[in-house]
Nanobody
Framework: QVQLVESGGGLVQAGGSLRLSCAASGRTFSSYAMGWFRQAPGKEREFVAAITWIGGTTYYKDSVKGRFTISRDNAKNTLYLQMNSLKPEDTAVYYC??????????????????WGQGTQVTVSS
């Protein structure tokens, strides 16, 4: 089993920044890719960003490109999401996810094997 624990959420004014972290643990943590997703009230969970664990190839939702940066620390088994220039429409519960096997697509929720419990991000206008 793999456990994922997010942290770093909170309340911030529009234009501000937050950094989310996702600590991964388990008997033997080995991930092909990890990603961040978010879900706002009344909406479906949506892709935000993803990264391959070894090569570090990144993918972003168009609306966060240039504002959010996904990164990972392989030694610490930790995933990060640096969020700058936050907007009220970024308000959501943010989840990290891990996929342990290779995949052509890592931008959809259905390919991920493990999920964290989520952390709330609220951006006030």
């Amino acid at each position: 089993q793999v456990q994922l624990v997010e942290s770093g959420g909170g309340l911030v004014q529009a234009g501000g920044s937050l950094r989310l972290s996702c600590a991964a643990s388990g008997r033997t943590f080995s991930s092909y890719a990890m990603g961040w997703f978010r879900q706002a009230p009344g909406k479906e969970r949506e892709f935000v960003a993803a990264i391959t664990w070894i090569g570090g190839t990144t993918y972003y939702k168009d609306s966060v490109k240039g504002r959010f940066t996904i990164s990972r620390d392989n030694a610490k088994n930790t995933l990060y999401l640096q969020m700058n220039s936050l907007k009220p429409e970024d308000t959501a519960v943010y989840y990290c996810a891990a996929r342990t096997r290779g995949s052509v697509v890592i931008t959809i929720a259905g390919v991920y094997d493990y999920w964290g419990q989520g952390t709330q991000v609220t951006v006030s206008s």
